[in-house]
Structures are given as C-alpha cells and as structure tokens.
C-alpha cells in the first residue's frame, strides 16, 4: 500500500509538471493570447505565415485552450501544404492542419463567438489544402458559423470583428472552386450589409466573379480555363495556354499566315519551357511570333528565355491582343494609326509610350477596360477574372471573322 501511494504520488506530481508546462507567466499586459492571435491573422494577411506560426504558438504557451490561435496554426500549415511542391511534404502540413483544426473545434465548445472565429477559419483551412471534398467540407462549416450567428458578440471576434466574414471567406471558396454563381450570392450578403472590415475585399472578389459569369455567358469553360481565371496573378504560360485551348490560335491563323519552312513549327525551344505543363501551347504560340509573347535574351544564361512565370502586365496583354486582331484581320496599319497624337487618351499612359497605341487599340474594341478614373494601369499584374473577359471578348470579333 505504501509503494502504491509514493507511486500515485509521483505520478500526480508528473502530471502536475506536465500541466504546468503548458502554461508560461505573461511578461506584459500584451502578451496574451488574444493579443497575439490578432497578430498573427494580421500577420498573414502580409504574406508572413512563418511569423504568424510564432504568434500563434506563443497565444498557445500562454493559454493552451485559445482556440483561435489554434485554428491559426491549422491555417499556416494549410498554407505550407498548399505552396509545398513535394507531395509527400504536402501532405504531412496538411494533416497538420486537420489535426489543429478538429483540436480548435474541440476547444471551443463553450464560447459560441470562439466557435464562430474557429469555423470561419476553418473554410479557410480547407479552401488553402484544397484536397477531395474539400468544398463541401467548407459549405458545412459555413453552415455551422451561420448557426452561430444570433449568438456571436463581434466585440468578442479580434480578428474577424463583423459576423461577415463567414460569407466573405464563403465566397472566396466559392471562387476558388469554380462556382461563380454561388460565389456571388453569398459576396452578395457582405455588400447588402453596412460597411464593415470585408466590404471592400467582396467587394473586389464580386466583381471578379462577375467578369467571369460575363466571360461564361456565351462560352463553356474548360477546367484549365477555370483555374487560371481564379488567379489573382497570371503569367505569361496562362496567356499562351488559353490563347490556344480557348482561341484555338493555330485553327485561326492556319491558312492565313504563311509559316516559314514546311514543318510549320517554331524556330527553337526555349530551355525554360522544355517539360512545362504548357509547353506545347508555348510552341504553338512562338509559332506564330506573337508580339508581346516573344523570347526575350537573358544575359546569365547567354540565352533566349520564355520566362513562362514571369507575370503578365496589362500593357504587355494589349501588343498581345492587339497583334492577334492584325493576323486576324490582315490589318498591319492598326499598329500605327494611334501614333503621333498630341495628347494621351489616359492619365497614366503617355502618347509616346511604345505601347500606347496598342492600349488604345484594345480599349476601342473593348477587349480591356479603364478604371472610373480613366487611368489603363499598364504595369499593373493581369488578373485571370480581366484575362478571361478579355480573351472571350475577342472570341466575339473573332466570330465575324
């Protein structure tokens, strides 16, 4: 009896360690949990994940039932799952993620505004691993963050602040999905509500899905298609991709544009290119010399490059556009019939610039828009949503033809 109680002794006094090890002293009034959660989100949403990740551990030291900071983890290493190249270490972040996910849920059973941080998060979780069902795995936790809705006190909510966020980050799951539609209705709630903290990202997430429903009314997306319009950044193998698999760029050229030598092919393959995804619409592409999509000379490698992740600029997609419309039509003048003006059509644009003519080309045809000011923003990024309005648009003039 007596070992029996020295041993029950020293196994509560483990335990006792073991919990006191969760725990650290707080060193300010700001190092708490919720303070360092709120970092952390913050902290993401500047592109620094690996910081987060300390803030969130730091909020778990402090509290190890926060469960926000919790579900922050399960966040970043969803991230680290979603940007890992190699499966295998993908696939390890990504259970990470799930088993800090199903740990948060578990932790917030008895804070209803906790649970609703935990579910929204979790939409986010799932739309950043992205793995099979996983759309349908964000719709229930969405279902289970508008439970908690009545109950939800936004001034308990650090981060998301406004109940929301829920649909907005819906609603980029959506998108990213593909599902345009759905994406707009639920994007739709955040702008019928009073301006809050995700007004303006719906706001911009809308009208992309918009551009794309625009683009979809008349044509029928291919897969490919679908997920390079989701991008928030497109690159120069996207441009070349769809140029092909939706124009059918070598179907429309073929016959009117005598190809150099009998083969029909292009001069050389860029070594960047060889075993790209899309190196076979990269080809077909330089086949045809397509201005704005040419292989450029790169001095370290004492070669000429494709550079197929190099993103592509609005200013650059107008010479695109712009040299597809004269192979289209035969039309050489339309390269030079805006040169020599006085005065620039746009604030932004200048009307020496060496691509000017080709904006005011595309605009007049309404491949590309302005903004309200009026402004072109020709170093701007191309998004996909403008890329694929852009592309069917000219399908459209392409149908005269």
């Known amino acids: 009896m007596k070992k029996y109680l020295i ?3 020293g196994l509560l006094l483990i335990l006792s360690l073991a919990g006191c090890g969760k725990k650290v002293k707080p060193m300010s009034i700001e190092d708490n949990p919720a303070h360092h959660y709120l970092m952390g989100m913050e902290l993401i949403d500047q592109g620094m994940p690996d910081k987060a990740f300390v803030r969130f551990e730091r909020a778990v030291a402090l509290d190890d039932e926060y469960a926000p900071a919790i579900a922050g983890k399960a966040l970043v290493y969803a991230m680290r799952a979603e940007a890992e190249s190699d499966a295998e270490y993908s696939a390890v972040d990504a259970e990470r993620a799930i088993d800090q996910f199903d740990k948060a849920v578990r932790e917030a059973r008895r804070d209803r505004s906790q649970k609703f941080s935990v579910y ?5 979780v799932y739309s950043h691993i992205a793995t099979r069902g996983w759309l349908q795995r964000a719709e229930d936790l969405y279902a289970d963050a508008k439970l908690m809705l009545k109950y939800v006190v936004e001034e308990d909510l650090p981060y998301y602040r406004h109940t929301e966020a829920a649909h907005y980050f819906m609603g980029e799951a959506y998108f990213k999905g593909g599902e345009f539609r759905k994406a707009e209705d639920v994007l739709g709630v955040v702008l019928s509500a009073s301006p809050g903290k995700w007004h303006d990202k719906a706001n911009l997430l809308y009208n992309r899905a918009q551009k794309i429903l625009r683009a979809m009314s008349n044509y029928t997306l291919t897969d490919v298609a679908k997920q390079i319009a989701v991008k928030e950044e497109v690159d120069r193998a996207d441009v070349a ?5 939706e124009l059918h760029l070598d179907r429309l050229f073929a016959g009117r544009i005598p190809v150099p030598g009998d083969d029909k092919k292009a001069e050389f393959t860029p070594a960047d290119v060889v075993g790209h995804m899309f190196e076979p619409e990269i080809m077909t592409v330089l086949k045809w010399h397509v201005r704005g999509l040419e292989p450029t000379y790169d001095e370290q ?3 000429y490059l494709f550079h197929p992740k190099k993103p592509m600029t609005r200013k650059e997609l107008a010479f695109v556009l712009e040299d597809v419309l004269i192979k289209l039509t035969g039309d050489d ?5 805006h040169m020599g003006q006085k005065n620039s059509l746009y604030p932004d644009v200048e009307a020496t610039d060496a691509w000017y003519n080709a904006i005011v080309t595309v605009v007049n045809r309404n491949l590309m828009e302005t903004d309200l000011s009026g ?7 191309m998004d996909g949503a403008d890329l694929i309005l852009s592309l069917m648009r000219l399908r459209n003039i392409m149908n005269i033809y």
């Open 333 to 337: 003048s339309m390269s030079t019939q």
């Open 301 to 303: 490698t004492r070669a």
């Open 241 to 245: 991709a769809l140029l092909v698999d």
């Open 375 to 381: 402004a072109f923003r020709p170093d701007a990024n």
């Open 7 to 9: 041993f029950l002794t």
């Open 120 to 124: 929204v998060t979790g939409i986010r």
